[in-house]
DNA sequence: TGAAACATTAGAATAATTCTAGGTTTGTTG
DNA sequence: CAACAAACCTAGAATTATTCTAATGTTTCA
């Protein structure tokens, strides 16, 4: 698993387990490998079942169980963004910037749409005592 | 279930009907009935599992199967909008007006936007031959 | 190195939703 | 009204996505 080509866009194993432990994560042997397809090739939007499909295709041996823990743990430390569009249809976005998304509908297909892009008069009052934790805006496009 | 004192923001059971009727949809028992908790009393972001126990608990003899085929086609013919807030809670919104929403995530509730308190700049190109259905924001409160 | 904390796993369990297939209701037409 | 087709409803089984369990394995660090 481990590449001695790394490209500047390309984290190394080393930059991966730096990666995890700043965030008090352990670089595990699957974590590290779910890391790699992750975060190896730039910004991705990808669900629990692919990125499983992905490691397995890859000879990674790891359950889809721990596929889950690893996307929910990865989410919680902020090194991934979870977007929902439907009851049925949940990504993990690598790309953890403040931007938004087009959803192509027929496709399923997510695309990021830089932040300067959407601007937001956001007037209403968050109730006393709480705060705007974030803001996801999606942009359906049918066909 | 008729009930013979509506108020003016209460939709006679004539009203639901047609209501239905226009979209093409025949005013069965349980349309209706689930139409009357849906729509009497304004503005609702409802689950299927709330709706189905309101049914119930009113006296409403509904299948679930049926609270789910009726909002799926009552979405379908544009009755009501569904809200995805992750992958475990999907609401139905009562307002089909161009709106935007709060999410409380402690509570899980869902509060109404009016759409002029968004501004979206939305340059990107919506590919060739498509367009934009609809866009959905979501404004996540912590607390 | 050894112990404790943390991770992983297979498989069972759960939750939400959809499907199936047969019975019922509704709208239409004569 | 009668009769028929289409639309609808339903219980329960099936499916899908995700989480849980509890036993085993790994990592960390003193």
Redo the contacts between chains.
Sequence with gaps: MTKSTPKETVPSDNDLALHLRKVGLRPTRQRMALAEILFRQGDRHITAETLYTDAVAQGVNVSLATVYNALHTFTAKGLLR?I????TR?YFDTNTSDHHH?Y??KSGRLQD??V?????????E??E???????????????
């Design positions: 979870e929902s569009i439907d009851s949940s087009f192509f509908e749409i830089e300067g892009h959407v601007k937001l008069a956001q007037i209403p968050a109730p005592g709480k705060s705007v934790s974030r803001v996801d805006v999606i942009v359906r496009i049918n066909g």
